[in-house]
T-cell receptor
Framework: DQQVKQNSPSLSVQEGRISILNCDYT??????FLWYKKYPAEGPTFLIS?????DKNEDGRFTVFLNKSAKHLSLHIVPSQPGDSAVYFC????????????FGKGTHLIIQP | DVKVTQSSRYLVKRTGEKVFLECVQD?????MFWYRQDPGLGLRLIYF???????EKGDIPEGYSVSREKKERFSLILESASTNQTSMYLC??????????????FGPGTRLTVL
């Protein structure tokens, strides 16, 4: 059973506009959430994280929003740039547990010129 | 800057061969992980280790084993490679903070092809 779901396998956005990537989770014990970015033939790169005590975390063009009641988080990229084209993985963890990170299947973001 | 290195970027092996994938991290992290990434399946955890000589099975350990003799090095072993083990293998490490679930830092990956 998938505990972290990214329901959009791909997303196409015009350069300069906002990209919104979504992630849903089912495990109510998750209390730490991360986004990773991955280019082909490279390892994932940590992008941004959020703890469950917050509902928003911002880092430059990247903002992650967490809605605990809906078990939903989203990553906003504003403005989108060509270099943002990559696969984005959502990950979650129970920091009191021992299972490490649980990853979603990823969303391929394509930024069109 | 966290650095996680993997011994090979690309590897081609034959069915039945024993395969060693090596991973080294230079940040004195306690935790180390091995994942495989396949299209449409995301990242799946094979094994992880939270201390030297310690290992834990992940979600898909079958056909794999691991070794952690030193803190900085975590090896993934395919005892008898099969074609369904063709994949991108990713190593990661993390600092053992509050629990075993802190931010993980990944190596560049090894693209393994088993013929």
């Amino acid at each position: 059973d998938q505990q972290v779901k990214q329901n959009s396998p791909s997303l196409s956005v015009q350069e300069g506009r906002i990209s919104i990537l979504n992630c849903d989770y089912t495990n109510s014990m998750f209390d730490y959430f991360l986004w990773y970015k991955k280019y082909p033939a490279e390892g994932p790169t940590f992008l941004i994280s959020i703890s469950s005590i917050k509902d928003k975390n911002e880092d430059g063009r990247f903002t992650v929003f967490l809605n605990k009641s809906a078990k939903h988080l989203s990553l906003h990229i504003v403005p989108s740039q060509p270099g943002d084209s990559a696969v984005y993985f959502c990950a979650a963890s129970d920091r009191g547990g021992a299972d490490g990170l649980t990853f979603g299947k990823g969303t391929h973001l394509i930024i069109q010129p | 800057d966290v650095k996680v290195t993997q011994s090979s970027r690309y590897l081609v092996k034959r069915t039945g061969e024993k395969v060693f994938l090596e991973c080294v991290q230079d940040m004195d992290h306690e935790n180390m992980f091995w994942y495989r990434q396949d299209p449409g399946l995301g990242l799946r955890l094979i094994y992880f280790s939270y201390d030297v000589k310690m290992k834990e099975k992940g979600d898909i350990p079958e056909g794999y084993s691991v070794s952690r003799e030193k803190k900085e090095r975590f090896s993934l072993i395919l005892e008898s490679a099969s074609t369904n083990q063709t994949s991108m293998y990713l190593c990661a490490s993390s600092f053992q903070g509050l629990a075993r679930a802190d931010t993980q830092y990944f190596g560049p990956g090894t693209r393994l092809t088993v013929l």
